[in-house]
DNA sequence: ACGTTTGCGCTTTAGC
DNA sequence: GCTAAAGCGCAAACGT
């Protein structure tokens, strides 16, 4: 077996793992729009729900910016 | 328990479900571009390898098409 | 003077138009980025600073969501 | 006043002088981007302009790497 | 100077 | 089919 063809084929395992992993994505994102079909099909509107999730997200965010600001001004003021 | 509660406890039941889709999807996001980042410190460099794999799926795509109006024929037709 | 040299021109105005956008884009960029040096040198620290506006942004933002949502429930409920 | 009250008000100046420019910023993408949907409107492929602009662009900084080039030699032989 | 990391713009996809 | 939004890739900026 000649390097190029070693070369070759570790390229074409890394491809076809990402590849796998793109289904596995897809896979989760119909899922997600399954859910979202479901809840609309319950009375709920899909547009409320993700400005809901998007506002929740936004909180998170932050919420974890702040606590990186603090940890920030910590360090600059020598505080460990 | 009244019925508005009943209703909102199905909503956050749904809101979550889907955060938590959403956090896997994440999860698989990450993996790929671990994978990315492990072919790269192979030497590969990822940039052509989205365009490998872009083509890839492009001709998978057509291949799916291919197939969905052999089928739609073969419904036509009374084959199956 | 033909269709075609008539639209040519048209185009090229239009092109044109958007690169010097972009040219005043970038002078803006720029004196962003003398701001974060100008407080730099009088000892501030720019990372900090990014973050503090990257959160002034993030409240807004949020803030501007919450009303979306309230406007969105709004209609709705047939509220105008 | 004391010290860190002058520091603090001269982080707001900052801060604030920053996020005005960013909103500037913003301005001017939004004329780029009504620009394109102008075009757009008359017919005109967006996505192929970005194109074309990008390619101007380019041909430019390559221009102006060679100004830069020339400027180098000039200073080295104490030309200006 | 390089590598890492974050922010910005584009592309594509989902909803209307 | 179009508009709007979310995800992705790229590039610039920071730290080492």
Redesign the interface.
């Known amino acids: 077996m000649t390097d190029a063809t070693t070369t070759d084929q570790?390229?074409r395992l890394?491809?076809e793992?990402?590849?796998r992993?793109?289904s596995?994505?897809q896979g989760?994102?119909e899922?997600?729009q399954g859910?979202?079909a479901?809840?609309k099909s319950?009375g709920?509107?899909p547009?409320?729900?993700r400005?809901?999730?998007?506002?929740?997200s936004?909180?998170r965010?932050?919420r974890l910016?702040?606590e990186?600001?603090l940890e920030?001004?910590k360090c600059?003021l020598g505080i460990d």
Do not use: G, H, S
Not at 51 to 56: E, G, H, S, V
């Open positions: 570790q390229l890394f491809i793992a990402i590849e992993l793109n596995e994505k989760v994102q899922d997600i859910k979202f479901e809840a319950q709920y509107d547009k409320i729900m400005q809901i999730i998007k506002l929740r936004l909180d965010q932050a910016e702040q990186m600001l920030t001004y600059n």
